[in-house]
């Protein structure tokens, strides 16, 4: 076995994704039998000694039925009212489901605020603490009936990513529909006609050279394309993924020896590189001219007033700004050193030209991630 499934069979502390697939079916609801042995297994990992935080989707797909409509909504407001009156189903149902064990569940419903913000994260991350120390454990959602589109998280798989960098897990495993990555999508023959295959490990970026990530189900958001993202953010934040199916659950979290592992990347990224490259909410851009762009991407220098062309936003000092080219692809992201108005005043002007208070760089080296 891979180093990489040894780690996540002997992780101490785990987040577990759900997907909608797994717990949710179109016309009944929440598939309470499916429920039940994600819950069997679940408690079973953490009878073995491991600390698990569950991240559950479903909330949107178990309100379809009760409100009586014949597939998943793709409007916000109708989405947002299926996922309240799906999310206080699903939630009573891993209540109910981890009750034959006698274990208490609590519901930690995020928005990417809280996760962007830094005094949200320290309550969340402390909730989730508590939490665990008292043997409960947390079932986590997106707060969906107040995400709007533009500060959503997206999909539960970058949610249970930044969740298992927040509470500093040993391993993130996202449970779905399918047996693991494909190098197309299962459902369709590949482009020489070929079913696609199985991947068993990616090692890294090269180990993707070709694979087609498609969409999702019926029922399913993001679909492998975000499951492959949240791999790539987890591995930045050296968390190894194993990606399998809901119905392998007690083989993924028993010796792991089943679906995709990706492996963690050696070095991983500061809390606070982490955070500005994944987590942290932009409030403007910044766009470079091309000396400028390979200054700070290529060689890693701080970023110079110099180099700057245009800037939008009305950011302040401390905020989380995009570094735009001159294409307008966002090649970096930093954290500005002066307010959208001090920029305006520097913008194209060398170091030495400017007043005293304005020759620090614009974007520090260490506080600046360039985006592959
Ligand atoms: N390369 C691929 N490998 C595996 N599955 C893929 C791939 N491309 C697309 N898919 C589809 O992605 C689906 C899983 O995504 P999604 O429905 O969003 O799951 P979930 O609800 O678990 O988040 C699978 O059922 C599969 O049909
Ligand atoms: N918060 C939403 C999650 C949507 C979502 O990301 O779904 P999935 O792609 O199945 O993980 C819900 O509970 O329906």
Redesign the pocket.
């Known amino acids: 076995m891979s180093q990489a499934r040894a780690n996540i069979a002997g992780a101490r502390s785990i987040v577990v994704k759900i ?4 717990v949710t079916e179109m016309s009944d609801g929440i598939d309470l039998a499916r429920l039940d042995a994600l819950a069997d297994a679940l408690e079973a990992r953490m009878r073995a000694g491991s600390d698990v935080i569950v991240v559950s ?1 479903g909330a949107v797909g178990a309100g379809i039925a009760p409100l009586g409509l014949k597939k998943r909504p793709r409007d916000l407001a109708t989405k947002q009212a299926a996922a309240s009156v799906g999310q206080l189903l699903l939630a009573h149902a891993w209540g109910t489901s981890f009750a034959r064990y006698d274990r208490v569940v609590g519901q930690v419903l995020l928005t990417a605020d809280d996760i962007s913000n830094r005094s949200h994260t320290a309550n969340a991350q402390r909730t989730l603490d508590r939490l665990r120390a008292l043997h409960a454990v947390a079932v986590v959602n997106e707060n969906d009936t107040v995400a709007t589109n533009e500060i959503r998280f997206g999909d ?2 970058r949610l249970a990513a930044l969740v298992a960098h927040l509470v500093h897990a040993d391993a993130l495993v996202l449970l ?3 047996a693991g ?7 369709k023959p590949g482009p020489d006609g070929q079913p ?1 295959r199985l991947i068993e490990e990616v090692d890294g970026p090269e180990d993707l050279d070709g ?7 019926a ?6 394309a ?2 492959l993202a949240a791999a790539r953010l987890a591995a930045d934040s050296g968390v190894p993924v194993l990606l399998a199916a809901a119905s392998d659950a007690a083989a993924a979290l028993g010796d792991a020896s089943v679906g995709t592992v990706f492996k963690a990347r050696p070095t991983r990224l500061s809390a606070r590189r982490f955070w500005v490259r994944h987590a942290a909410e932009t409030h403007g851009s910044l766009t470079l001219d091309d000396g400028a762009i390979a200054a700070v991407t290529a060689r890693r220098r701080s970023l110079l007033p110099a180099g700057i062309v245009a800037l939008s936003g009305d950011f302040s000092d401390g905020d989380v700004v995009e570094l735009l080219d001159k294409s307008g692809a966002v090649r970096a992201r930093g954290v500005t050193s002066y307010d959208a108005d001090d920029v305006a005043t520097m913008i194209g002007h060398s170091t030495s030209e400017l007043p005293q208070d304005l020759q620090r760089a614009v974007v520090h080296a260490d506080d600046l991630v360039p985006l592959a």
């Open positions: 997907g909608s697939s797994a989707s539960n798989d779905s529909d399918v990555l494909y190098t197309g999508d299962p459902r696609a694979v087609i990530a498609g969409t999702g189900g029922l399913g958001t993001g679909g492998m975000s499951k």
